[in-house]
Each structure stands twice: as structure tokens, then as C-alpha cells.
């Protein structure tokens, strides 16, 4: 059970919904609606009512969109049977004007800084949808008595989610994936002439949940595995890792990989850690794949590694800026695809979170402790 809460406790909860529909001569409300959305995604509006007389009694949980919207629509549907719990998500711009309303707040791509935070005078807590904390000041979290959340990315399915598609990634730059639709366009067959995972040797920067993912899917394409990790717990299973590695060793590394796959979190030490001299110390044509944060590489070094012809391609899920920018010169390198970060956006990993949001909801409702988030202060 993702969210961890337990069977009794969950059939407590519909009675009590039950009953407050039930109620004959009750006004009923609909839900908040939404401040603002996405053109580009389909928002589900609350079908859900919530009875006046109660409404003081509502949790409320707020999504900042208009991104990832699905992990609102998800979390909705699971919350349906709980009038009781109410989820609306407002337009980035408008956090700071709502967020005062709310107990629980679902960051997304939202920037919590310490000015968001201090407006959030009723949050209890503040959680990720996934594992990604970089855009929280948890400081300021920590100073105004809220709590600070991700959903951890083993049991959710994000590990898994996001280790398929850095196979994709790989595969994608592998077989020419631009070239081959510029050979499609233009009626040309047995060409390009792509490659192989066979008999490569990947670097795996960052040896983490996603990065041992990684590793497991890469094992039957006959591939040699090296990873890097700040701390090898004694008792961990190395049998997927082919050689394994501290941090000091990422350049040595580096030089040995035909493919290196960053999985590493964001923070103050990792900021555009591949730089110029990670990318040298690679070997001319190796390639790099992205399926952690933009932050994590330094644009002009790719870049210019690009122009020269020393890097081989580049495949990555995030952007350096978020939305990315369509126009961006890099992307007339044919070596170069980007995807609009849907690394863990799959349905199984986002009902599985969408069920810790609604468990979370309902245990903050209940005064019940907190499972199946990992929090961090």
C-alpha cells in the first residue's frame, strides 16, 4: 500500500463521508475552482461538494500549476469519495495569493522561496510530487513551523518511470532518431547507420534509487556498468555495477564511458557539475544523457562541446529553464533531443503518488502521523 495507511482507518473515513452527503437539509457548495490553468492541458474540474456547515472542517491541498496537471487530476480522483479533503491547484502566479488558504501544498515546478513561505500562514506541509527538492527553501519552511516532503521514488514507481526512460534517451541517440525522421521525410531507406548498447560501457553519475534502476535495465543489453557514488553503504548490493566509485573519481570515470547517464540530485555542490572539464575529460564522440536536473549541467560547455564535435549528442528530459525555450540555438544540432520532462510522468508512478498525496490529506485531517513521504527537517 503506497500512501501506508491503514484499512480501518480508510473505511472510517468514506462512513464519515457518507454521512456528510446523506444529510437532508444541508446547503451544499461546490469545491473551489481552479484560478488558472494551462491552454495546453486538460484540467478535470471537482465533481466533489462539500457541505457548508463543514467547511471549517476541510483540509485543504493546493497544486501549483499549470504544469504536471495530471498529478492533480490523479490526486482528485482518488479523493473523490472524501468531500471532506478539498484539491485545487492555482496558476504559478497566483500561489502567493492562495497559498494562505491551504494546509498542504504541492509544489510541482513551483519556486518555494522564503516570500511563498511566509504567506503560507495555515500550511502544515510542503511536499514534492516526486523526489525533487531544489526549489525549496527549507530553512524558511523549517522557521515557520512547516514541514518539508518528497515522495520517496522506490515503491512509487518514479525509480522505474524515470530509469525506462533514460533507456529510451540512450536508444534515441543510439539509432539517430532525428536523422532517421529526416529519412522518413524524405523517402530514404537503410539509413542512418546506428549503434548498439552491446559492448558499451555507461557511466551512471549519481548511484541512487533511479541509478540502480538504471543499472538493472541496462544489464541484458550486454552493457559494461560504472557508477559513482558519495558513500557506498558496506552491506550494498554491487552486483549490477561492474565497478563502482566515489565522487573524486567522476573524471576517471568519465574517461572510460561511451554513455553517461546523470542521475544526481540538484544542490549548491552538484550545480553544473558536467562542465567544461567533465565534458573533456570524456572521450571524443561519448554521449550524455540527462534525466535529473538542467542545473546539473553548464549550458555553454555543452554547447560549445556540441559546435566542436567533441561531444557525440546530447539527450535530456529537463532544461536548464523550465519551460524550455523552443527557439534555443541548441537545438539545430541533429545530435541533440529534448523531451518536455515526463521522466516519471507515467500513469503507474503518478497514481501511486497521487494515492501518498490523498493518504497524506487524510491523515493531516485525521491527526494521524505522516507515512509514506520521506520528510526532510
Known sequence: MVGGIGVTTTTMMYNIAKTAFRKNNSTVLYSHQPRSISRLSKLLIPERMVEKEDMKNVTRVL?????F???????????QPYPFIQADVAHLRDVPEVVENYDICVALSMKMDSYVISRATNMKLLMQYGVGLDGFDIDAATKHGIKVARIPSVGSGNAASCSEMAIYLMLGLLRKQNEMQMSVRSGLLGQPTGGTLLGKTVF???YGNIGIEVSKRLKPFGTRVIATKRSWPVDSDCSLVDEKGS???????????DIVVICLRLSKETAEIVDNKFISSMKKGALLINIARGGLINYESVYQSLESGYLGGLRTDVA??????????ILKFKNVIMTPH?????????????????????????GLPFTGIELVN
Not at 496537471?69 to 479523493?79: G, I, K, Q, W
Not at 515526463?342 to 493531516?364: E, F, H, I, N, P
Open 247 to 257: 565522487h573524486e573519481d567522476i573524471y576517471t570515470f568519465a574517461s572510460k564511458a
Open 320 to 329: 536548464w529553464s523550465e519551460p524550455f525555450d523552443p527557439n534555443d540555438p
Open 63 to 67: 497544486f501549483c500549476g499549470p504544469y
Open 204 to 206: 551512471i553519475l549519481g
Open 69 to 79: 496537471l495530471d498529478s492533480y487530476n490523479f490526486t482528485r480522483e482518488y479523493l
Open 342 to 366: 515526463v521522466g516519471g510522468v507515467t500513469d503507474y508512478s503518478y497514481r501511486s503518488m497521487a494515492k501518498v498525496v490523498g493518504d497524506v490529506a487524510l491523515q493531516l485531517h485525521e
